[in-house]
């Protein structure tokens, strides 16, 4: 399969890393991938603090981007919501809906496109914590809710993670409870924000997790600042980099 990739801007300046894992792995799946050099941010940033004439710019250049690809790869829940559902600062034209229909997140990806069964290459021994964040859970659909309690459980992260080995998957208390991180709330309520991401870290740090597991690195730059001021001995890791056999 031919696809565009789609690294986010934070992504990409932060933790490189998690692209180059993201390519590895699409790679050795089978997977033709271009990485168009001119993008830069979706405009998420901009358009959940309502600033949508600053977040137009970034949204048309992310069309121009990617509107000859039938297929568009990203390694961020949120980000890929905000192009598949809020890409509405521009005119929404026959290009921008393409761009919308055709993106993708890494984990929707794998589980229920490529249908991957095995990850041969990936050995990873450790307890690992997951958190799938409110946008993958609740706009992407990665997971059952915990607040559907009729529903059939389900988790398409965990699932992935079942097939590598050496990996324990350790259940939490509150597993799908808000990190704090939140985009711009981390900003305009930060003590709020702060007490949401202490509460996180320390009930994957009571069951003894050796790495908290995400598919949205912004969970898990709030989450390791936590970690960092408490000087715990956890670490953070994209699923990607696990799912292409540990970090780099």
Known sequence: MKLALFIPCYIDAFFPEVGIATLELLERLGCSVEY?????CCGQPMANSGCQDDAAPAEAQLVRCFQGFDTVVGPSGSCVHHVRF???????????????????????FLHDDLKVEAFPWASFPHKVGLHNSCTAVRGLG???????????????TGDLL???????LVEIDRPDECCGFGGSFCVTDEAVSAKMGYDKVQD????????????????LLHMKGVIDRLNLPLKVIHIAQILNGGPL
Do not use: W
């Open 142 to 156: 990665h997971a059952r809710p915990s607040e559907r309690v009729n529903d059939l459980y389900f988790s398409k």
């Open 86 to 108: 809020h890409l509405d600062a521009i005119e929404q034209t026959p290009q921008t809906q393409k761009v919308r229909g055709s993106t993708r997140e890494l984990v929707e």
């Open 162 to 168: 079942g097939k590598v080995q050496g990996l324990e």
């Open 36 to 40: 168009p050099l001119d993008q830069t």
């Open 204 to 219: 994957f740090y009571r069951h003894g997790v050796e790495y908290i597991a995400s598919a949205d690195m912004s969970c």
